[in-house]
């Protein structure tokens, strides 16, 4: 979870009433955050010849992102106290009435489709309030933007640069402008060689590196404002004294970019003149049909089951008081009425983590108080625990390969693709294995479809080990799947490996038939199959595939209900193979699905 370092004496004068740590500590606890550290009795350092004030470090729950700034935590505890009413979030247009504009060029979806913004106006920052405002920009870019992947957030001093606004994506060498802090007018290419080696800004260049285009946006004067996500112009940099705020974003999320603006705006609009007013921008993007005005700050509507809250919380409360609760908690709700079961909840838009009315029903076990809840037994809701059925079969698979004094290894569950193919003697076509879109090594390039790689290079980091070694395992491979929603499938499967001075053939095939055996299914013979009754069970049919040396090998089929199916293979390894993981030894191999068995 993130902490937060805020000022003790500032947070306290906000919130109008001084706390002892252990109250301070009480309180978050109601509230569901907690207070990691006061420094307060802690050495602090010397700036400026001043000792450094006293600070509080809070934790802050991953899905809160409005309380990752200063101002955010004070309002809600005070809203949470009822010592503040809600705010009242408003969009106003500015006094000429013609709302500034944001261009998008269509070469933007090649490199970051997405733009938004908003208006601060007559701003009165303090140092602390600019300070936290920077700060909350960089909790941002690193949490819910994912290190600015997703959203990059630039803030400008709108005295200094003139609207119609334009958002284009132009070659490098065409982008040319002085970088926050710099003296020196750079295109895009040299700002990449400059900022290479930056601890800062180096971390951001890969973003956009190997783009042809590069983001940039403009004002009606082609003066560069910004080129996201790395860098905004030295031209319109905010300092202390900036009244009007000019906030612009770029993304790949759409989802993700209006949360972040309407974050931004919703904590530092208290500062304007005429507090939580927002000027809006239109977003003028015509060729995605993504033309609108931002930020769009109308509550959510939502509905939660009075039944389910009381449920889960072993209340008995009525729907108006549930709607009192939620009140504490930044809501706006009242009962419904067209049904008494149904709470109208409205969210606003700093909340973008409730999702479901779950989240509603904590936020009412919250503002209950979680020390007030009714105290239940557990022996109410006890329940027994079942493994799956694919589990429960593993596990016995496990036990009796076990016994027959074989020793279970735990590979990893991605390898290389020459080692699932290639290595094997094996081609691959494509529609089969998942592969990781930017793997960062090349040994997890894809995810298995067999457990014969794990195995085998088990067997080579121990080979040192005396002979015979007879390793096994039972895990899930996977496999592409268009007609699942995810795409992919995940297969259980049994798979067994002698490495010994002989070929190992008749344990593995031993080894077969025991695991078989303890699963019941009955060993088909010739003659059994000659009589042309389609018998349960299983039989093996010699195979010629390059993994295995000819004439050693052997699928295992499978009839079960009448139905037949090949369920695996077994036999010795071919040389090509045991060269290219290293071992010496001949080795024998077993691989079934445990997946038809269930």
């Known amino acids: 979870m993130p902490t937060i370092s805020v000022d003790k004496a500032e947070l306290y004068k906000a919130l109008g009433q001084e706390y002892t740590t252990a109250e301070f500590e009480e309180l978050c606890f109601e509230f569901g955050i907690e207070l990691d550290e006061d420094t307060s009795n802690s050495e602090r350092p010397i700036i400026n010849g001043k000792q450094a004030p006293a600070e509080l470090k809070i934790e802050i729950p991953a899905n809160r992102y409005d309380m990752l700034c200063f101002e955010g935590i004070a309002l809600m505890l005070n809203i949470f106290r009822e010592k503040t009413p809600l705010p009242n979030y408003r969009l106003v247009a500015p006094k000429s009435g013609e709302i500034q504009t944001i261009t998008v060029h269509p070469d933007t979806l090649k490199v970051r489709p997405y733009v938004s913004g908003a208006i601060l106006r007559n701003v009165k920052f303090t140092q602390e309030a600019y300070d936290s405002f920077i700060s909350l920009q960089d909790k941002l870019h690193q949490n ?235 022996n109410k809701a006890s329940t027994i625990a079942q493994p799956l059925m694919v589990n429960k079969l593993g596990d016995i698979v496990r036990q009796e390969t076990a016994m027959a004094g074989w020793s279970e290894v735990m590979p990893l569950i991605l390898c290389s693709h020459d080692e699932n193919f290639g290595w094997l003697n094996r081609k691959d076509d494509g529609t089969t294995a998942v592969r990781l879109a930017n793997p960062k090594t090349a040994e997890y390039q894809v995810v298995r479809t067999s457990l014969l790689p794990g195995l085998l290079k088990t067997i080579r980091e121990n080979k040192k080990h005396s002979v015979p070694i007879k390793v096994f395992e039972v895990s899930d491979v996977a496999f592409k799947d268009e007609s699942l929603e995810r795409k992919s499938r995940n297969e259980r499967h049994f798979a067994a490996a002698w490495y010994g001075k002989t070929s190992g053939f008749e344990v593995v095939h031993g080894l077969l038939d025991r695991v078989l055996l303890m699963l019941k299914t009955a060993f088909i013979t010739h003659e059994e199959g000659l009589e042309g009754k389609k018998v349960d069970g299983y039989w093996i049919e010699e195979i010629d595939e390059p993994t295995f040396f000819a004439g050693h090998a052997a699928a295992i089929y499978l009839r079960v209900d009448g139905k037949a199916q090949r369920i695996g293979e077994f036999g010795i390894l071919h040389p090509t193979v045991l060269d290219k993981f290293e071992l010496r030894y001949p080795v024998s191999t077993l691989e079934i699905n445990l997946e038809v068995f269930l």
Not at 339 to 359: F, G, M, W
Request: charged share 25%.
């Open 144 to 378: 819910l933007a994912r290190n600015r992947t997703l959203v990059a957030i630039g803030t400008h001093d709108l005295d200094t640069i003139k609207g119609p606004f334009t958002y284009e994506a132009l070659p490098p060498k065409d982008i040319k402008f002085k970088p926050l802090n710099q003296t020196k007018e750079m295109n895009a290419e040299e700002m990449m060689q400059f900022y290479e080696n930056d601890k800062h800004l180096g971390k951001y260049l890969h973003i956009i590196r190997d783009k042809p285009v590069y983001p940039v946006i403009y004002d009606s004067q082609r003066i560069v404002c910004s080129m996201p996500p790395i860098i905004n112009g030295d031209h319109s940099k905010i300092t202390l004294k900036t009244t009007n705020i000019f906030i612009e974003m770029t993304g790949t999320d759409r989802t993700k970019l209006e949360i972040v603006n309407n974050i931004i705006v919703s904590m530092f609009s208290q500062y304007c003149s005429e507090p939580f007013t927002i000027e809006p921008l239109k977003i003028i993007s015509e060729h995605n049909g993504l033309t609108r005005q931002t930020p769009d700050l109308s509550p959510r509507l939502a509905e939660a089951e009075v039944d389910y809250i009381n449920n889960c919380c072993g209340l008995q409360e009525t729907p108006e008081r549930i709607c009192q609760l939620l009140t504490k908690m930044c809501y706006t709700a009242k009962p419904s009425s067209k049904d008494k079961n149904i709470i109208e909840v409205s969210v606003p838009p700093t909340r973008a983590d409730v999702l479901h009315q779950c989240d509603i029903m904590e936020d009412v076990a919250i503002a209950y108080g979680f020390n007030n809840l009714p105290r239940t037994s557990p």
